[in-house]
Structures are given as C-alpha cells and as structure tokens.
T-cell receptor, first 115, second 112 residues
Framework: NAGVMQNPRHLVRRRGQEARLRCSPM?????VYWYRQLPEEGLKFMVY????????ESGMPKERFSAEFPKEGPSILRIQQVVRGDSAAYFC?????????????FGDGTRLSIL | SQQGEEDPQALSIQEGENATMNCSYK?????LQWYRQNSGRGLVHLIL?????REKHSGRLRVTLDTSKKSSSLLITASRAADTASYFC????????????FGKGTKLTVNP
C-alpha cells in the first residue's frame, strides 16, 4: 500500500536549466497538491490539480513554473530557467475524491539545489 | 492572509514530560490539521479537527480548537525521544479551495 511517491529525492541543476519533479499520488487518490518549503519555514501552497485539470494555481509564480496531472502517469511540476531562489524542498500531497475533511498525504519531497 | 503561526518556535523538554504547542490563524476555517515532520522527510498527518469540534484525542495526542479566538493547541503527553520533530498546524479555509495554509512550525526536542 504505497504512499505518495516523489522522484527524484534530490535534484541539482545549474542556473538556466530546467527542473522536472514527479509525483505519483496514493492509489485511489485523484487530487494532487504541490507545496514549496524554504529552510526553517512552513509549507507554501503552489497548485492544486485533479486529473487533467488545474483547480487552483493561486500559489504558482506567474513565470517559469507549470504543473500538470495527465490522465495517465504522474503529476509533473516543471520549473524552466531555474534561478538560485528556486532552491527549496518541493512536496507533493494527495487526497481522495470526495470530502473536504480529508487529510492530505505527503510524499518525502524533492530537494532542489541550484548551483 | 490566512497564514497561521505556531508558538513556541522551539521547545525542549525531557522524556516523560508533556509538550504543548499553540497555533493561531486569521480567517474562518473548515478544519484545522496538525502534521509532524521529521528532519529531511515529508509531513505525516496527525489529527484533523473540524470547525464544529472543540476537542479531539488520538493516542497520546490531544487537540483543542477555539474558533472564537482562532486558535488551536496540540498536547503530546508522556513524550518520547521519538517525538522529536517539527510540528505544523494547517488550516483549510471555509468555502475556499482544498489548499492548506501552514504555519512556520514548532521545533520540538525531547531529551532522553
């Protein structure tokens, strides 16, 4: 009964490169959320997706960041032309189909380092 | 902003003692959740309390919610060294999307 799986666990990129972070939700979960955490800080919401739809992207930077959750395969958070300020831990969470009083289940995150 | 705040920022206690962490938030909520994060790991869900509930228990955990004061507390009784972690409260806004708004967390150290 696998939990939320994120890969890679660690990702190093040089400034200007692209970063692709993957998230496979728990089995039976169709809601995916992405959060970013800076050192010694809480998590900040980025985007909420259901299969093939972006529901809430109010936390996404307007440029360089995009997210998708295709019908088949994992959710992808894509950061183009990375800058030093993108260095952070990125967490994915998932929840089941219905009910607003459902907890979100988190993966172990991807630690992104920009050289 | 709905951003919550936990206090204290850091707490150091001896094994066997109780640990109390507090959380305040700013807007009307649907529910409030507490999570634990061990160093270098993801968040583990501990307990969810709905806006119409005042207290909830789970094992050694006790959570209270006071919506009139927009505050919550997490009590861990008979603490163990394995409870050492950061603890975050997160709120889901009433009528809003499913996103959670997290505080900055309380770093708990339980000394053996």
């Amino acid at each position: 009964n696998a939990g939320v799986m994120q890969n890679p666990r660690h990702l190093v990129r040089r400034r200007g490169q692209e970063a692709r972070l993957r998230c496979s939700p728990m089995k039976g979960h169709s809601h995916v959320y992405w959060y970013r955490q800076l050192p010694e800080e809480g998590l900040k919401f980025m985007v909420y997706l259901q299969k093939e739809n972006i529901i809430d992207e109010s936390g996404m930077p307007k440029e360089r960041f995009s997210a998708e959750f295709p019908k088949e395969g994992p959710s992808i958070l894509r950061i183009q032309q990375v800058v030093r300020g993108d260095s952070a831990a990125y967490f994915c969470a998932s929840s089941p189909v219905t009910g607003s009083n459902q907890p979100q289940h988190f993966g172990d995150g991807t630690r992104l380092s920009i050289l | 902003s709905q951003q919550g705040e936990e206090d204290p920022q850091a707490l150091s206690i001896q094994e066997g003692e109780n640990a109390t962490m507090n959380c305040s938030y700013k807007t009307s909520i649907n529910n409030l959740q507490w999570y634990r994060q061990n160093s270098g790991r993801g968040l583990v869900h501990l307990i969810l309390i709905r806006s119409n509930e005042r207290e909830k228990h789970s094992g050694r955990l006790r959570v209270t919610l006071d919506t009139s004061k927009k505050s919550s507390s997490l009590l861990i009784t008979a603490s163990r060294a394995a409870d050492t972690a950061s603890y975050f409260c997160a709120t889901r806004a009433l009528g809003g999307s499913e996103k959670l708004v997290f505080g900055k967390g309380t770093k708990l150290t339980v000394n053996p």
